[in-house]
């Protein structure tokens, strides 16, 4: 199986779907800038350091995937599906979560700077000392828990 980090141009993401649809899970440090994901189902997905700045990722769902260190900065995610997946260090700033779902995901160091982050589901999702809130958000009230600053996946 190859991995989209051994290739050496940028994977086109409307390939994505059937890679996944013939058991590929490791999209690890993909380059999906811009591209389109809107709809797509990646649960357990590996996208360890994958960059989908700006990316449409509308109503795609990622339960259990790993997007770990990954940039979803600006991204459009409406009522995508993160439920149980490691955010681990992700970057969603400016990103798109109206109608987010983060239930149990672990946001450990995730940079949640979003203007509608108060407008997902965070419902037993983890965060720490490093994640980064909108100014004013609650995160406890949001029904988030705390662990550990420590705490690496």
């Known amino acids: 199986m190859i991995s989209v980090s051994d290739t050496s141009c940028p ?3 409307g390939a994505i779907a059937s890679l996944y649809a013939s058991g590929h899970r490791d999209f690890s440090q993909l380059d999906g ?25 509308r109503n795609t769902t990622f ?27 992700a970057d969603l700033s400016q990103a798109h979560l109206r109608g987010t779902s983060f239930r149990r995901a672990i946001l450990a160091g995730a940079d949640l700077r979003s203007k509608h982050l108060w ?4 419902e037993g999702a983890y965060y720490d000392a490093n994640t980064l809130f909108p100014q004013g958000f609650d995160p406890l009230a949001a029904g988030m828990l705390a662990i550990a600053s420590d705490w690496m996946p």
Request: aromatic share 2%.
């Open 11 to 13: 994977l086109d993401l």
């Open 33 to 57: 800038v811009g591209g389109n994901l809107e709809h797509k189902l990646l649960a357990r997905a590996v996208l360890v350091k994958a960059n989908l700045r700006g990316a449409d990722l």
């Open 63 to 89: 339960i259990r995937a790993d997007l770990s260190g990954a940039c979803l900065r600006q991204a459009l995610m409406h009522h995508a599906i993160l439920d149980e997946a490691i955010l681990w260090k």
């Open 119 to 122: 407008r997902s589901q965070l």
